[in-house]
């Protein structure tokens, strides 16, 4: 393989290990998952370890995150096993930060016990919403009694660092109810906040409820009228938004998300998992089975296997760097990969023409209204050919 190695030296890098294991699918989820089973649950654990001693970095990862799946849905004894083996894999090293998503059902005390015992030092629970009846339009199967329980329970354990995931404009919810959900979410204390607009993925139940006109989505402009209240809101109680989703309070800006947002490195362990690392890019194959079959056979599979080009790599950094509120230093990132694309003069210079963004120097963001439509610039700059 021809290795890209890119001018800034040592590229931080960070672990992902995905969990595909779900109770059960929500309306609104296309992740890979399996059902818990022990014997599915053995067979994962087993190919963890051989992954992780087969494929270890070549220098200690800083951050790592376990994402899913429903990572928390682990037994205690099973959260230790794959703690061991990442840690193990990792030089011995723990990382600085690192994170594991838990559903609101299954937090239990003895896992969050277990995990910060590991060296876990960062909770992500998935609320989506306080409201039942949102939930219920989602077809999450926690109640708010079992949000409320788990938000006690990961204070009384000893957890500081605490993201809180939110979904709005769901089928049923009013600005109302999401200004709601935001109060309810700053009163429980979290140091972070992820706040997503609900996407009707293809396939998904609630993509299906939709095309046979049970659903109603909201449209781009009461999309927008959310978006704005939750920066609003969140603003006027600390929480500084550094990413267009993400809103965290001084020093707990999700460190594992920025180094993949400013394209360093990165390694994916488990089905569905994704890397960027020496040069290029893979994915695990989003099967348990394939994925063990390639971990036996000593061949792993991947799919959408790709090497890096600067081009690539290039756009990459403009894309996410331009979702985040400081937005990207031109300059830097020409010095970094080579260049530019040839295109992205000409395309910033009709952004700062129609308001969309700003600059001073050689750092270029988005202003406010330019964030609102920055799914269809990434795409613009995605499609920049040289």
């Given at each position: 393989?021809?290795?890209?190695?890119?001018?800034?030296?040592?590229?931080?890098?960070?672990?992902?290990?995905?969990?595909?294991?779900?109770?059960?699918?929500?309306?609104?989820?296309?992740?890979?998952?399996?059902?818990?089973?022990?014997?599915?649950?053995?067979?994962?654990?087993?190919?963890?370890?051989?992954?992780?001693?087969?494929?270890?970095?070549?220098?200690?990862?800083?951050?790592?995150?376990?994402?899913?799946?429903?990572?928390?849905?682990?037994?205690?004894?099973?959260?230790?096993?794959?703690?061991?083996?990442?840690?193990?894999?990792?030089?011995?090293?723990?990382?600085?930060?690192?994170?594991?998503?838990?559903?609101?059902?299954?937090?239990?005390?003895?896992?969050?016990?277990?995990?910060?015992?590991?060296?876990?030092?960062?909770?992500?629970?998935?609320?989506?919403?306080?409201?039942?009846?949102?939930?219920?339009?989602?077809?999450?199967?926690?109640?708010?009694?079992?949000?409320?329980?788990?938000?006690?329970?990961?204070?009384?354990?000893?957890?500081?660092?605490?993201?809180?995931?939110?979904?709005?404009?769901?089928?049923?919810?009013?600005?109302?109810?999401?200004?709601?959900?935001?109060?309810?979410?700053?009163?429980?204390?979290?140091?972070?906040?992820?706040?997503?607009?609900?996407?009707?993925?293809?396939?998904?139940?609630?993509?299906?409820?939709?095309?046979?006109?049970?659903?109603?989505?909201?449209?781009?402009?009461?999309?927008?009228?959310?978006?704005?209240?939750?920066?609003?809101?969140?603003?006027?109680?600390?929480?500084?938004?550094?990413?267009?989703?993400?809103?965290?309070?001084?020093?707990?800006?999700?460190?594992?998300?920025?180094?993949?947002?400013?394209?360093?490195?990165?390694?994916?362990y488990g089905p569905s998992?994704?890397?960027?690392?020496?040069?290029?890019?893979?994915?695990?194959?989003?099967?348990?089975?394939?994925?063990?079959?390639?971990?036996?056979?000593?061949?792993?599979?991947?799919?959408?296997?790709?090497?890096?080009?600067?081009?690539?790599?290039?756009?990459?950094?403009?894309?996410?760097?331009?979702?985040?509120?400081?937005?990207?230093?031109c300059a830097g990132l020409?010095?970094?990969?080579?260049?530019?694309?040839?295109?992205?003069?000409?395309?910033?210079?009709?952004?700062?023409?129609?308001?969309?963004?700003?600059?001073?120097?050689?750092?270029?963001?988005?202003?406010?209204?330019?964030?609102?439509?920055?799914?269809?610039?990434?795409?613009?700059?995605?499609?920049?050919?040289?």
């Amino acid at each position: 393989m021809t290795i890209l190695q890119a001018k800034a030296e040592q590229p931080r890098l960070g672990l992902y290990l995905h969990i595909p294991f779900c109770a059960r699918c929500c309306d609104f989820c296309a992740f890979y998952q399996e059902a818990p089973k022990r014997a599915e649950l053995d067979r994962y654990l087993d190919g963890m370890e051989r992954s992780l001693a087969s494929r270890p970095p070549d220098r200690p990862a800083r951050t790592a995150f376990w994402g899913g799946g429903t990572p928390g849905l682990l037994p205690p004894a099973d959260l230790e096993r794959l703690g061991r083996a990442m840690v193990r894999a990792n030089h011995g090293v723990v990382p600085e930060e690192w994170t594991v998503e838990m559903a609101p059902a299954t937090v239990k005390a003895g896992r969050l016990d277990r995990l910060l015992a590991m060296g876990v030092n960062r909770i992500s629970i998935g609320v989506q919403s306080f409201s039942a009846r949102t939930l219920a339009a989602l077809g999450r199967i926690h109640s708010t009694a079992q949000v409320e329980h788990a938000l006690r329970t990961v204070r009384e354990a000893g957890f500081a660092n605490l993201n809180l995931d939110l979904m709005f404009a769901i089928p049923g919810q009013s600005i109302g109810d999401w200004e709601a959900d935001l109060r309810e979410a700053v009163a429980a204390g979290p140091a972070h906040l992820s706040c997503y607009c609900l996407t009707f993925e293809e396939d998904t139940a609630l993509w299906l409820r939709l095309q046979r006109g049970e659903t109603r989505r909201h449209s781009g402009e009461e999309e927008a009228a959310f978006y704005e209240r939750s920066t609003l809101l969140l603003e006027e109680a600390g929480f500084r938004q550094y990413e267009i989703s993400n809103f965290a309070r001084p020093g707990h800006a999700c460190r594992h998300n920025l180094n993949t947002w400013d394209m360093q490195e990165w390694l994916g362990y488990g089905p569905s998992a994704s890397s960027q690392y020496r040069g290029w890019r893979w994915t695990e194959p989003p099967s348990l089975a394939a994925w063990l079959e390639g971990l036996q056979s000593g061949k792993p599979a991947c799919i959408d296997e790709q090497p890096l080009s600067p081009t690539l790599l290039a756009q990459d950094a403009l894309i996410f760097g331009l979702r985040r509120n400081e937005g990207v230093d031109c300059a830097g990132l020409a010095a970094r990969f080579g260049r530019l694309p040839s295109e992205w003069e000409t395309f910033a210079a009709s952004l700062l023409e129609e308001g969309l963004a700003a600059a001073e120097g050689t750092r270029f963001r988005l202003t406010p209204r330019g964030r609102l439509l920055a799914d269809r610039i990434g795409a613009a700059i995605l499609e920049m050919t040289d």
